[in-house]
């Protein structure tokens, strides 16, 4: 596997470390959002579909530092939005670098050069540039909806690497991935002398405005990827738990630990995980304590859940197992010395599910204003609260319980805290930037512009992103 050892015994290290404590709930990765801003509107995401006033705010690296700190894990993936666009992003970084944390900073490598030239980042053993690559380049063209990203960030590695960067790609892939397409992705990423390749089959999240893609069934996902990694050779380097690669393939079961990868944004502590939209928590000791965590991962029977795969959620798992039994550990080591398809075992049938039953906010449906807050939470859009004294407020929810509901008031940076008792009604009055017509209007054109190339006709190459902030 293509990680360190430093950092392979800090992680293990410390691993061993809460398996003694008695320790379940405890991070391995921190998720750092420190902005929601992207120059990219992919498809496959939900992440920008927020409003302007949202989009333009900012963590700062001091408030950055404090949820690290509080939080204590290891390492701290910093995606987005895209962190490059972040103002004082060096200054985060560069935080998390006296901490001793092992960093990887996600990016679509459209600002990396700028960057590097710079000298915003500084090669480190701490610091990893994970760039996001979907496939090849008509694949990764078109899941990021703007075509020419896959040649600036293959020229952006490049001099990341030549500049002693260590370098990752992270590749999300969705159900029409061809698998003999991504191998010959796998080889040229390696020739260009990345670290290593992390991979995750899409997350059907809610907010994206491509909804078709996403893989619905395990079978068919532990299918493909049993295609990707068939007969791998070992020149391949992925930056991934072995069982967790497994796991993929169908060949080990685990379950889901959605606190092993906390999210921290300027929302605050995000329940459960970076996927899910369920209402924030204060502080991480808040977070842990208080959310219920039987209500997620497939085992739960959470429709949400059922067909999740993703890193984030399963790779703390397969840490876990490598350090939680003789055989997770024999496994790991099999598969690190003898390839990713040196197990041919038949796929593991998962155990049955338990019964999912609602519980809090979200099953109280009952009170016309209660369904009207949950539908808030849920918009990607500004709302007008009317309150008892008949005064008006409008700005972006974004949590509430049965207590309070927040909100960033229009066109301002401060949250404001309502006790729920205050409001009278909610009412949508904003755009959806989730409404998914932008991206349907794209995929249009994009066909039509792809039928005028193969007639051998002049076509305008097209661009989401402008129109999704209209």
Known sequence: MAVPLSQMWTVASYVIKQKLLGRKHYPLVLMLEPLYRCNLACA????????????KQEMDPEVAMAAVDECGAPMVSIPGGEPLMHSRIGEIVAGLIKRKKYIYLCTNALLLKQRLEEGVLKPSKFLTINVHMDGDEEAHDFAVCREGTYKVAEEAIKLAVAKGFRVTTNSTLFKHADPERMRKFFDHMMELGVEGMTISPGYNYQKAPDQESFLRERASTTE????????APKRWQFNLSPLFVEFLQGKRHLEC???????????????PCYLMQEGYAKTFKELIATTKWENYGRASGNPKCASCMVHCGHEPSAVNAT??????FYSTAKRTLFGLDSDK???IAPPP????????????????????INDAVDFRGDVTLTLADGTKQSGYIFNADDRIVEFFPTGRPDVISLARHMLVSVE??????????????WYKKYTERKEKIARGEKAESIDIFPEVLS
Not at 224 to 231: E, L, Q, S, V
Not at 257 to 267: K, N
């Open 44 to 55: 496959g995401c939900g992440k920008i579909q927020y409003p302007a006033h949202i989009l």
């Open 224 to 231: 493909m990827f049993r295609a990707f990694f068939k007969k």
């Open 257 to 271: 630990t959605p606190w092993g990868c906390p999210a921290y944004s300027m929302f605050g502590w995000q329940r």
């Open 323 to 328: 350090f939680g039994s003789i055989e997770g």
């Open 345 to 347: 075992g038949k796929n």
């Open 353 to 372: 599910v338990t019964r999912f039953v609602e519980t809090g906010v979200e099953a109280a449906q009952s009170e016309a204003l209660t369904k009207a």
């Open 428 to 441: 949508k009055t904003g755009r959806d930037h989730a409404d998914g017509k932008t991206w349907e209007a």
